[in-house]
């Protein structure tokens, strides 16, 4: 049996320091998992669980420098901790969800923030502002058989060498086993799944030309230039 089309090429990632490439199953985004960036953003950090929106696979930008998108003029840069798993289930304790974590990589949910503040406006769904191609620029894994899993520690955006976003992981609202479980009581986890975690505060617009300069203590940095 043939496929009628040439089907589409399998979305990985780097693994650091080997020639070893992690395979994407989905790409989960945390909404609003810092306080400081949900105060920012207008709301109140104390009155709601935690929400998650997807992008997909294919939006992971690796290597390359992120390209401009179509149809906005108020494009937004997020930075974050990804959480890579390497295995997955349904109703996942939060005192066993770090054994399905394979890794960890800095990333960041680039935001069609005009577009996404449309959908919020109209009650639509918010892909035309978040899953738009290559919105998801990513480093590579580093396993957290060699860093462990990092509860703390600076998460800080520079761009063009200006400092951005300031935070520490400790800031986040749900940490990452809390994720973790809440997640997969509402959808099947993976093998292959990533989440991005959030955003600390100081998210802002991107020009042509900026160059942005990211760091996640102990898991690595992400630099990359809007072209």
């Known amino acids: 049996m043939d496929f009628v089309i040439d089907p589409p090429p399998r979305v990985t990632l780097p693994v650091r320091g080997t020639d070893d490439l ?121 396993p957290a058989s060699e860093i462990g899993h990092p509860d703390a520690g600076c998460i800080r955006l520079d761009v063009n060498g200006q400092r951005r976003q300031d935070g520490n992981l400790d800031q986040m609202i749900w940490k990452v086993p809390e994720m973790i479980s809440y997640l997969s009581g509402l959808f099947m986890l993976r093998g292959g799944d990533v989440i991005l975690s959030g955003t600390p505060a100081g998210v802002g617009p991107v020009a042509k030309g900026d160059t942005l300069q990211g760091e996640i203590e102990g898991v690595g940095t992400l630099d990359l230039k809007v072209v």
């Open 22 to 142: 992690f395979p994407v199953h989905r790409i989960y985004c945390v909404g609003r998992n810092y306080a400081a960036h949900t105060i920012e953003m207008g709301y109140d950090p104390d009155k709601e669980p935690p929400f998650f929106f997807q992008k997909n696979p294919d939006n992971f930008l690796v290597g390359r420098d992120f390209p401009y998108p179509p149809a906005s003029k108020d494009v937004h840069f997020e930075f974050e901790l990804a959480v890579a798993l390497k295995s997955g289930g349904t109703d996942i304790s939060s005192a066993d969800a770090l054994n399905h974590v394979y890794g960890y990589a800095c990333a960041l949910d680039m935001t069609r923030r005009d577009l996404q503040g449309v959908a919020k406006k109209t009650g639509r769904p918010w892909e035309v502002g978040k899953a738009f191609e290559a919105s998801a620029p990513c480093g590579p894994i580093v």
